[in-house]
């Protein structure tokens, strides 16, 4: 199986379960304004779970939850067993862009080619989808079978994810991204930004998927450095695409950042030394997969750090 089969096997998984979580609704619920009905006990209100879906569905990368998987095949083949935490991953993920594209932070009216969640469901939808995909994740979680079968391993994993993701992590670096808007470049502050506003859940999902599959200390420690480095490689290449990408390939708008006075490497330190910053930062990626022993899985994880020198959206 090539590397992008395998890409595809694993995503093809998460897109099926995905599915399988937020189940179809009524379509017309926002369009016809339908009389209201009150949902049964236990079940998502309509307007919200279209709102829901609308963003969870989207065509995407899913690179978080490929990320997990591919962490957890590495030492263990019965990855498919992870997918709930594979996709609660990525509901986290979906969360943050909703509320990130919200009039009130990056007021952004494109996601992945299509209106962005407030421009179709409304600021208010908008950010109550958010809170229930953030909330879901952690549901999704906790009714996985795996949380049963290793309890330990689970919340271990699901502790990863919520620090990766909450105050101090991903949260935190969308904090800062916010209040330090038009100010001049510092590199502590950029390479805060990038730290956690991107790289931490990246890193929280190849480190879950290791936990999730029984990995030792050294190989955690590796997962951090992989998972870290591939999220600042990945974050400054989409500090370059803003400036250098294509609206229609990308499907958001680009030349944002300036416009906004955001931290950015390119700020920072001009175009040239962005890619070779990210160079380096995916040497380091590759450099920590050496404690694993050489399989299908390491190999995997190799060329998408490779691969992701060559990113155009």
């Known amino acids: 199986m090539s590397m992008n089969e395998r890409y595809d096997a694993f995503r093809q998984a998460v897109e099926d379960e995905l599915q399988s979580l937020l189940l179809p609704g009524d379509k017309e619920d926002i369009i016809l304004a339908v009389p209201f009905k009150p949902p049964g006990e236990g079940e998502i209100p309509g ?23 591919a962490a957890y095949a590495m030492l263990r ?20 862009l909703v509320h990130d594209d919200l009039p009130a932070l990056d007021n952004d009216d494109l996601r992945r080619g299509k209106p962005a969640n407030h421009k179709i469901f409304g600021e208010n939808l908008a950010i109550l989808a958010g809170d229930g995909l953030l909330t879901m994740a952690f549901e999704t979680m906790l009714s996985a079978l795996i949380c049963r079968e290793k309890p330990l391993q689970s919340m271990e994993a699901m502790k990863e994810i919520a620090l990766r993701a909450g105050v101090r992590g ?13 100010i001049q470049p510092q590199q502590s502050m950029v390479e805060y930004i990038h730290r956690h506003k991107t790289a931490d859940l ?19 420690v590796a997962g951090q450095v992989y998972g870290e480095n591939l999220g600042l490689a990945f974050q400054m290449l989409d500090d370059l695409l803003d400036v250098e990408g ?26 040239a030394q962005t890619r070779k ?23 995997f994880l190799r060329n998408l750090a490779q691969d992701m020198l060559v990113r155009v959206k």
């Open 277 to 299: 910053d990210a160079g380096h930062a995916v040497d380091r990626a590759l450099e920590a997969l050496n404690v694993f022993d050489a399989s299908v899985g390491v190999d």
């Open 170 to 182: 991903m949260v935190a670096g969308q904090t800062m991204d916010v209040v330090l808007e038009g």
């Open 47 to 69: 307007h919200l779970r279209s709102a829901m879906r609308y963003s969870l569905l989207l065509p995407g990368k899913r690179l978080r939850p490929v990320l997990l998987l």
């Open 202 to 220: 990246l890193m929280a999902s190849v480190v879950a998927g290791l936990l999730l599959a029984g990995a030792d200390r050294p190989q955690l």
């Open 77 to 96: 083949k019965d990855w498919q067993t992870c997918l709930p935490f594979a996709c609660a991953v990525e509901m986290i993920h979906t969360y943050s």
């Open 246 to 271: 294509n609206t229609a390939i990308m499907g958001k708008q680009t030349g944002m950042d300036a416009m906004r006075g955001k931290m950015t490497w390119p700020a920072m330190f001009g175009v």
